[in-house]
C-alpha cells in the first residue's frame, strides 16, 4: 500500500503545479484501498482505489483520472447521485439502472470540462456526442440530464467504460465515515480553501453557467 500512496502522492503534486484547484482538493481526500472497485472511485470524501488499477497506470495518465474524480468531488455528484436514484426509485424506476445511467452522464460533464491536456490522457473518455445526447445537454445540471434521458426515453449504453469508476455509496470498509456535522465541515473547509487559491474566479467562471451559480453551490452546502 506504501508503494500505492506514494505514486498517488507524485501524481497529485503534479497536479498542485498544473491545476492547484484539484490538487488542493486531493491532498485532503483519505486514500482506501479496496477490490470492491475496478479503478478509482469517490464517495465524495474518499478516494477509493484499486491498488492493481494504479500500478498499472502511467504518472500522467494517474494524474487525469484523479483530476476526474476531482471534478465529480467539487461539483458534488456523489451526493447529488444518491439523491437522484432515491427519487426515481421511490417513483418505481430500477436503482441499479437510475444508478448506472446517473454515473455516465456526471462523467459527460466531468469530461467535457475538463482541461484538455488531462482529458486527452483518459482512456477512451464518455462525452455527449458519444452517448448520443444533444448539444443543448452540455447547458444541463446532473438532474436534468437524468430527467431529460428518462422524459425522452433516450437509450444510454450502459456497458459504456467510465473514465476511472463509479461514484459510490458510502458504505466501502475502510475509514470510518464522518457523521453529518464532520462532513458538512469538511466540505466547507474545502470549499473555503478553494476560495482563497488565486485561480478560483477563473475557475468559477468556467463552471458556473454549467451546473450552479456560485451562491447555489453555497446552498448545496449548507444543506447536506
Known amino acids: 500500500m506504501d508503494d500505492i500512496v506514494s505514486k498517488l502522492k507524485n501524481s497529485i503534486t503534479m497536479l498542485l503545479v498544473d491545476e492547484p484547484v484539484y490538487g488542493m482538493l486531493l491532498l485532503k481526500m483519505p486514500v482506501i484501498a479496496s477490490n470492491e472497485v475496478e479503478t478509482i472511485a469517490t464517495d465524495g470524501v474518499r478516494l477509493i482505489v484499486n491498488k492493481d488499477f494504479v500500478e498499472n497506470l502511467e504518472p500522467k495518465q494517474l494524474v487525469s483520472v484523479l483530476a476526474h474524480e476531482a471534478e465529480h468531488v467539487i461539483r458534488l455528484h456523489p451526493l447529488r ?3 437522484i436514484v432515491k427519487h426515481y426509485v421511490d417513483k418505481g424506476y430500477i436503482g441499479e439502472q437510475i444508478n448506472r445511467v446517473a454515473n455516465i452522464l456526471a462523467d459527460c460533464i ?4 475538463l482541461p484538455d491536456k488531462i482529458k486527452n490522457l483518459l482512456p477512451e473518455p464518455i462525452t455527449f456526442d458519444k452517448v448520443g445526447l444533444p448539444e443543448e445537454a452540455k447547458k444541463m445540471s446532473l438532474e436534468e440530464l437524468v430527467e431529460y434521458v428518462i422524459k425522452n426515453a433516450i437509450h444510454v449504453n450502459l456497458d459504456l467504460q467510465l473514465a476511472s469508476g463509479d461514484l459510490v455509496s458510502r458504505d466501502i470498509e475502510g475509514e470510518k465515515l464522518l457523521d453529518g456535522d464532520r462532513d458538512f465541515e469538511e466540505r466547507l473547509c474545502v470549499f473555503i480553501y478553494i476560495i482563497n487559491l488565486s485561480e ?3 475557475y468559477i467562471r468556467k463552471i458556473s453557467y454549467l451546473e ?3 451562491t447555489e453551490f453555497i446552498l ?3 444543506h447536506i
Do not use: A, C, D, R
Not at 466531468?110 to 470540462?113: G, S
Open 110 to 113: 466531468v469530461n467535457e470540462y
Open 81 to 83: 447521485k444518491t439523491k
Open 220 to 222: 448545496s452546502l449548507i
Open 200 to 202: 478560483f474566479p477563473v
Open 212 to 214: 450552479t451559480t456560485l
